[in-house]
């Protein structure tokens, strides 16, 4: 846990970015690369942006720097970066809460992630995990919602913030079981781990990326996977299925993502960059080893996806009346 910790302080420092030298007009990159994160250092998203953003890097010969943005659900890094300059040198990195689910649950956002950035290529999508901590009194998903059905509303969940993967998967469940369960909101899925580990918080459904540590050290415990299938890195954790609640899957994404209007030619080059990074086998195998699965698909087809995405969770949000307003 203190390796943890000193990571956390020195990824949470602010970072500056390097002076870059004078380039040939009309080359790209031209100076370093701004990848926006909308979380705290520590979560999912932000551990799969640093990998990729160093691997993609040393390929277009440019440093990219991560900028952790967390607040407002997600919503003040994608306006930060819908607001840049349409130049190839401010990214985003998106997932399923600020562009697939956010304009559904915020009324009038703007601006619309859908209009206002351009989608460059899907990095991965992974399961998550429905993790409790050691106070929790239970071994297994159907004892945890038998626990919600005797102290309606009593049990906390945390997430990265409102409108999260953590935040959704948690509605979705409580709305497939028929319980009530509390959701608490954090600036980032690290910060909300640590509550959980300490028992501020009973239960957190958590990407594997961010939380398997967590479960290996045994500071937390893995009740459930919201894969369709067990995972091979954890054989012996049953999925949300096999605990009683059919046809729940629940995937977190994480995708590149630029400011609309950035010329294609910029967005094909970067896409390129980040397919290539993630067929390098020591990226590739990070990526698999932490329970997510590798995309790298071309613009067109990650528009297509992020479609579905939004059309998935509108259901879900009108459904489970989730409001945050």
Do not use: C
């Amino acid at each position: 846990m203190r390796r943890r910790q000193v990571l956390a302080v020195a990824l949470a420092m602010p970072t500056l970015l390097p002076k870059a030298a004078p380039a040939k007009e009309g080359v790209w990159p031209d100076g370093p690369i701004r990848l926006i994160v909308p979380y705290a250092p520590g979560g999912g998203t932000d551990v799969i942006a640093r990998a990729v953003a160093q691997k993609a890097g040393e390929l277009l010969k440019a440093i990219i720097v991560v900028d952790n943005r967390p607040g407002g659900a997600g919503n003040l890094a994608t306006r930060m970066a819908a607001e840049a300059p349409p130049d190839g040198n401010t990214l985003l990195i998106g997932n399923i809460g600020p562009i697939a689910v956010n304009p559904s649950l915020f009324s009038n956002l703007t601006p619309d992630p859908g209009s206002a950035l351009a989608p460059v290529t899907l990095i991965a999508a992974a399961p998550m995990m429905i993790l409790v901590g050691k106070q929790v009194p239970v071994n297994s998903l159907s004892e945890l919602l038998a626990l919600a059905r005797e102290k309606p509303g009593d049990l906390t969940y945390g997430s990265a913030g409102n409108g999260s993967a953590n935040h959704l998967a948690g509605a979705y469940l409580a709305l497939k079981a028929g319980v009530t369960l509390q959701h608490v909101p954090y600036r980032g899925a690290g910060p909300a781990l640590n509550d959980l580990a300490a028992g501020t918080v009973q239960m957190m459904p958590a990407t594997i990326p961010s939380s398997i540590g967590l479960v290996r050290d045994g500071l937390l415990r893995a009740l459930a996977v919201t894969s369709t299938a067990r995972l091979p890195i954890l054989p012996d954790v049953p999925t949300v299925a096999e605990a009683g609640l059919p046809g729940y899957e629940m995937s977190a994404w994480y995708g590149v993502m630029a400011p609309a209007k950035t010329p294609r030619p910029i967005i094909d080059r970067l896409r390129d960059a980040v397919a290539e990074a993630l067929r390098r086998p020591e990226l590739r195998e990070r990526i698999l080893a932490e329970g997510a699965e590798p995309s790298g698909n071309s613009p067109d087809e990650f528009g297509r996806f992020i479609t579905a995405e939004r059309t998935k969770w509108a259901a879900v949000v009108r459904d489970a009346k989730i409001t945050v307003e």
